[in-house]
């Protein structure tokens, strides 16, 4: 069974950095998109970034060219490089993998960009 655990969620200050992690448990047989959602308090989760087993990647418009989604070569571990973070980005990060397993999600790790 595929688990998905984030991890370097914080608090931050406005204009700082932060890098997320996923790792990811057991055999991953080819996924076919790995991703990053987030779901703030009192709205809907979005998709925020992802990428393809091609290595194409997409970004919501508010994230492009602050956030840069990569993955390592064994498609284990998925990071997120957040930077010049503003408060509107304060959410739960969760951590997505679509395959032929299946879905898996992770139990999420929160970023608090705050002055």
């Known amino acids: 069974q595929v688990q998905l655990v984030e991890s370097g969620g914080g608090l931050v200050q406005p204009g700082g950095s932060l890098r997320l992690s996923c790792a990811a448990s057991?055999?991953?047989?080819?996924?076919?998109?790995m991703a990053w959602h987030r779901q703030a308090p009192g709205k809907q989760r979005e998709l925020v970034a992802s990428?393809?087993?091609?290595?194409?990647?997409n970004y919501a418009d508010s994230v492009k060219g602050r956030f840069t989604i990569s993955r390592d070569s064994a498609q284990k571990t998925m990071y997120l490089q957040m930077s010049t973070l503003k408060p509107e980005d304060t959410a739960l990060y969760y951590c997505?993998?679509?395959?032929?397993?299946?879905?898996?999600w992770g139990q999420g790790t929160q970023v608090t960009v705050s002055s």
């Open positions: 057991g055999i991953i047989f080819r996924p076919n998109i």
């Open positions: 997505y993998l679509n395959g032929v397993q299946g879905t898996f």
């Open positions: 990428i393809s087993s091609g290595g194409s990647t």
